[in-house]
């Protein structure tokens, strides 16, 4: 496992390409976002998502948050995005609020089973973090994301849990010592009319209602 230190990213560029070539290459990478240390992994790589998948230790419960680079992407990994979810999309993204998608049919079967086998849906956001942000505008696509801890554990807080825990799994680990959590993103079921809140996070509920009633 490589690791880079978060303060070297902006004075030295070469760093975030290394960063997009281990996620080209199907590579498992753990960034620091507001919440936790993530793992992140391409979408489009069934591979990429097996190793999270193992990594994790959840084959049977898969993660199911995706970054995008931007809102024209939700296109592709959505089945459908409705009027009210375009409405969420331009007032709050990039931003803390996650939309759940039923997941696209465009998706590779070995992307699609697996992510959905639990829930039947994708959460998906683009993220307002500048590292989170950064990463996956740097590498274009959509991006799988799941907190970087075990299956019913906690630790993503801990660079030293962190480490412990993936050390061996991880391709490339971006340090930025340990997080102190913010608040969770809101999330939002846009699968069915009307939109329904599911979990009051950052954005508060009344928010949300009042750009759906808008």
């Not at 970087?148 to 050390?167: D, E, I, P, T, Y």
């Amino acid at each position: 496992m490589k690791t880079i230190l978060l303060r070297d990213m902006d004075s030295n560029p070469a760093l975030l390409k290394e960063v997009v070539e281990v996620l080209e290459k199907g590579g498992l990478v753990c960034h620091p976002a507001p919440t936790g240390y993530k793992l992140v992994a391409d979408l489009g790589s069934p591979e990429a998502i097996t190793a999270m998948l193992q990594a994790k230790r959840r084959i049977g419960h898969a993660p199911a948050l995706v970054f995008l680079p931007d809102a024209r992407w939700a296109e592709k990994v959505a089945e459908t995005v409705s009027p009210e979810a375009r409405k969420l999309m331009r007032a709050f993204w990039p931003g803390p609020v996650t939309l759940l998608f039923a997941a696209s049919h465009e998706l590779h079967p070995k992307v699609r089973k697996p992510l959905t086998k639990a829930k039947g849906w994708l959460g998906v956001r683009v993220p307002e973090d500048p590292v989170c942000l950064t990463v996956v505008r740097s590498f274009r696509r959509p991006l799988l994301v799941s907190s970087a801890n075990l299956a019913a554990k906690h630790g993503a807080h801990s660079l030293a849990q962190v480490k412990k825990n993936f050390g061996r799994s991880l391709d490339l680990l971006i340090e930025a010592g340990d997080i102190t959590p913010a608040e969770k993103s809101t999330l939002v079921d846009v699968t069915s009319s009307p939109a329904q809140v599911i979990r009051a996070g950052a954005v508060p509920e009344e928010k949300i209602l009042a750009i759906l009633g808008g």
